[in-house]
């Protein structure tokens, strides 16, 4: 059987788990997830985790923020006057909203508070700051 390699497509099963046992993300309950070994299409801790594993082979990562989606970045939180939002959007918290900066660049913020006056939005990913536990299963290996 080959082992994981960078430029191999894997497909896998897994689980992904907070610190706290929370599950966050699981591939269990529908197809197998596809992806290429080191293309940067996931987290590089997990991409990391699966080198050298073989079909069949079953492994727990544990991955620290800097190896997931990094640290916390406060400065990625900012309060917005309500009036900001266009009146149309119903802000409610846990909505996620997506924002153009001035060089036209989109990303998505999540809204965290929201007040009579002002909106609270978190640029940061929800996971930054988390240490994640995958329960993973190499199905297969396509050799790149």
């Known amino acids: 059987m080959a ?5 191999d497509t894997v497909r896998i099963h897994y689980s992904g788990f907070l610190m706290d046992g929370t599950i966050f993300d699981s591939s269990l309950e529908g197809e ?3 992806f290429t070994l080191g293309d940067g299409s996931v987290i590089p801790g997990f991409d990391a985790g699966l080198l050298g594993m073989t079909e069949g082979d079953e492994k727990t990562l544990a991955i ?8 916390r970045d406060e ?4 309060e917005i ?7 149309e959007i119903d802000p409610q918290v846990g909505a996620i909203l997506q924002i153009t900066s001035q060089e036209g660049d989109a990303s ?10 002002a909106i609270t939005l978190d640029g940061n990913h929800p996971l ?4 994640l536990i995958f329960e993973v299963k190499l199905l297969e290996v396509v050799t790149g």
Not at 75 to 78: F, I, M, S
């Open 75 to 78: 400065g990625l939180v900012a």
């Open 128 to 131: 930054a700051g988390q240490e």
């Open 108 to 117: 998505n913020v999540i809204i965290t508070e929201v007040t009579d006056n």
């Open 3 to 7: 082992q994981a390699k960078s430029g």
């Open 32 to 34: 197998p997830f596809e």
């Open 81 to 87: 006057e309500r009036t900001q939002i266009p009146p």
């Open 64 to 71: 620290p923020p800097e190896s997931a989606y990094g640290a």
